[in-house]
């Protein structure tokens, strides 16, 4: 193993930036001399000395290429130090500094300015399909709200690519991090901290030279410092680089003093006095970027707005920004289009040569924004609502405009240069003579300007349903004959379809057009050709629920009901999956059966009686009328050399006999085995132990799906310290590291699963639960386990004090809030009841909360999960309209808890009975329907359960 020591006389800015030079060049040479692994040796050295340098990282990638290590060339590509790296070249892992939530730091005075947000989205008006680039699939953009840390000798390491912040004990905060945290840890140990005296305020965010990130992911956080009530002029120093005029002019025009500002010194960590830090971050990504601008919260355009907009101008304009002064991403023929443009009353400006307020007042009088993708349209937060944006794509594509438009509510229109199409806009390639991403983000774009000018002017004058532009991909001219065929004319729609089937091969993003073919195919009620596009659909995206539900639809128009049913609830009907999955050829084996495999028993399985819930109605809804609950027993799996495939919905697991253990494995093992194709596993070395489970970015899922099998690991004898890595999908939420961080899990031992999902491993551990969707499957053992981990150990404290009445609103959620909430809340309030939103509560201050409570009303929701932290005497009363599980119930009776449930309606509860697949394919509408909550039949209620 190679270590890399940094020479201490080496550590100044001059020295540094010498031997960093040096380092390159000779690693440039090495591998020109084809001495790879000698080149990786030093470039690992080069960036030990400056990890900002991510173009060593591109050159390191080049030379993982060569090497056909595919999935190091794309991490080094992405910013990402990959772990047989890392292990090699750092000691990351023997790092003293740990990794905590922000609000856990004793030194932090957090500071709360704006709650976690939603906004859906809708797909672009555009020329063409914008599905097929992966960056327009996303259904909503969600901010992960926004805080202020206050921080007594805190201490930052920011490079321009990588973020640091440590508290005053040497913790690493978990939400501030991006890049690489513990090989910067690794580095900065090696170098003399520097020191920042007064109260200093950390700024800066990658790519901050570039308007778009200035003015989208930097000064927003200058409003966060208002909300949490801290003046600019307590402020010592601000942290954050500023050469460019925009960012001066916009500083001062903030009331920031030009002369408090220092850039960031990245030759070792700077410790303050009091370092400020506001949490603001706009992507979806932690160590790398990911999702650029669908992290955007909707009050960030509102905010920059009101800052700088300051026209009192009725004229209104139509402008077509240039980028001209650049000089890439040019449309070919600009002066052709301009000409013609200003025919049409457009003025071409180039916004450079324009203050940022003359910017911000030039956009507010827009009635039309046309402009190839770039920094100048970050400029159009400052339109009014309507205004049309039209944004002109070569072969760079990010969503970030698409994502503001709609927070903005600008009338967006996404136009696409054809004949890139099919190939989407892969952010990395592993594959010499493929076009860089530097590369194709400054590419001018080969637009044909008749083609653009005709779909300009349809936005005025809109073409019929069904008309096709000249120079479209062929694909897309298949689709819209397809969506043109006239019902009845069977002949036309098999043709239609034969040349759509022909146009999809070997298209990268294929299951977005199958699908939409699918449902083309339902809309003129030919079943089979659904059916036929639906599994197409989920032979290349086996996760995909949608497929299932349009399968079930299909298979519903050809009275195949039962099978529709099974469809309905994300199951796979026999006949479906010999008919084409060949399902029947599919080897299986049970874990009993298997000689590779070892069963480490956690609990045995176990029973116990069930009574029915508290209600006005006479008999239980037949989701609460099972009479008793049979907990399946929990074990641990251990098997060596075994292969796996996660995609967050289907868990498939095969012994080293390729035997599909069957008993363990979740989903549809055979329509994985068909997606695989000649895919090849990626190699994971030592311990590897699976967490992921369907639904785990849940509240409810992730504390009794997900955090159990740590648990049931430790139970079953193996330490999760010896564990190398852990499967998880996505973490979305500040719970989950919460809860992860409390039960000692590192963090840095997290392999989040997104783009890979097949695997092969040394040794694999399948700690297993028995609970499911519903909550049937769960254990007395697990409320005992939640209760240690999450409460103290006094809190036998609770049962002495005065016990509060909770009313638990989702009246910031996105589903199943009360219509008339005030009105419920001012009649709860009069009977003793206190309104309390979770969303803002650490999982230890729910905890606590819960366990001070007589009372729980509230919407059935995840946060019912938290009555498991009740005592036994509490009374839990659940609210539901058409949607409802036996989960609370469930856990209600393992903690001896009174549980009643109220039906939010004016009459008896309609719906289906669970044997009609109708039931089914109405669940996503009645899980998400809002209440109606009748209060004479509430108080009739409570005066049952003698609550008053």
Known sequence: MTILAIDPDATCSSATHHLH???VAEGSRLAKANQPRQALDTLFRAYALRPGATSV?????????ALEEPESATACRRGVIPESAEKRYFNSKSSTKRVIASRRSGKNHYRRTHRPESVPLKLPKSNSNPRLHPEFRAEKTESRGSFVSMLDNGGFWFDGFNTVIVDGDQQILQEHIKGNAHVVCDVARHRPEQFIAGTVCFLDARSSSIYYHWLIDVLPKLALLEEAGISLKSIDTFVVRCNSNFQKQTLSHLGVPLERIVAPWNDGLNR????IVPFLKHDRGDRFYNGLGLGMAQWVPTWLKSAFVQSTSTHISKVYVTRASRGTRLPVDEDKLIEALQVRGFSCVSLETLTVIEQANLMATASTVIAPHGAGLSNITFCNPGTRIVEIFGDYVVPCYWALSTLSELDYHAYFVEKKMPDGNAKTTTTKGVQTLAERRSQNIELDVDDFLAYIDQLETPTPTGAVMRGRHPLMKALDNLKGVPKGDSQGLATAFNICRSASNDIHYAHVLYHEMGEIAIHHKQWSIAEEFAVKT?????????????????LRGQDRLTEAAICHRYGLPPSISKKHFDGDEL???????????????????????????????EDPPWELSQTALHSAAANTFQLNNATFWYDGFNLTIWDSNNNVISDISRGFPEIVQSALGEKRPKTLAGKTCILGNRNSSNYYHWMNDILPRLHVLKRSGINPHNIDQFIVSPLRHAFQYETLETLGIDLSKLYVIESEHYFQCEELLVPTYGSNTLGKGQARWNPEFLNAAFLPANATQFLNTPKDRLYISRHQSNGRSAQNEEELALFLTKRGFRRQYLE???????????????????????????IVFCQADATVIELYEQHIAPCFWLISEMTGLRHAIHYCGTEPRQGFTPGDERYYESADQRRNSNLYVDLPSLETLLEKLQIT
């Open 57 to 65: 990282l591109n050159d390191i990638a080049e030379i993982y290429t």
């Open 272 to 275: 303050c006095s009091t370092l």
């Open 538 to 554: 989920l032979k290349k995206l086996p996760s995909s629920g949608a497929a299932l539900k349009l399968l079930g639809t299909a």
């Open 840 to 866: 803002d509560l650490t999982v230890a201050e729910q905890a606590r909360l819960f366990a001070g409570a007589s009372v729980i009303l509230g919407a059935h929701g995840a946060g019912l999960s938290n």
């Open 21 to 23: 030079k040096c380092l």
């Open 587 to 617: 080897r299986t084996v049970n874990s009993d059966d298997s000689e590779q495999l070892s069963q480490l028993e956690a609990y045995p399985q176990h029973e116990m009686a069930l009574q029915s819930p508290i209600s006005l109605h």
